[in-house]
């Protein structure tokens, strides 16, 4: 019960600490979000992996935005690995100039590391709907190909 108390009095004040400076900025911050949200498309900057052919893969910077171990143990073949909480603290490393297609395992980290990256001026980053997941049950680079494959009756 003591430790408890203990860690809770260290969080309280390491909160009380930087709250004020970690919302110095809140209003200006909330308003670059509601001008994005009131202008964003309906998509979001979300792509299917059936929408990219093949040969357009590598017109993309494609960032793993999963930690180091996933990236190691598979990841999209030219993909670079940079964490999803990381984005904002490398941002200086991606491009505004080219597409940018982000992707984690399901879609739902690399879409917060989309929103910061779009609220934070990059109008260029993609978010892969369904991530590493639904890009390898698609079929990879050839899910476009597959999705305009006609049926088999």
Known sequence: MKL??????????????????????KDSAIDEMEGYLEFVDYGGGVMFAEQIPKDDWKRFVVIDARDAGQYAKGHIPGAINMDWRQVLAKRSSIPKDKPVLIYCNSGSLSAQAGFALRVAGWDNVRILQGGMDEWKAKGGFDAAAKATKPAAH
């Open 4 to 25: 408890t108390r203990t860690v809770w009095l260290a969080f309280t004040a390491a909160t009380l600490t930087f709250t004020p400076l970690a919302w110095a900025d």
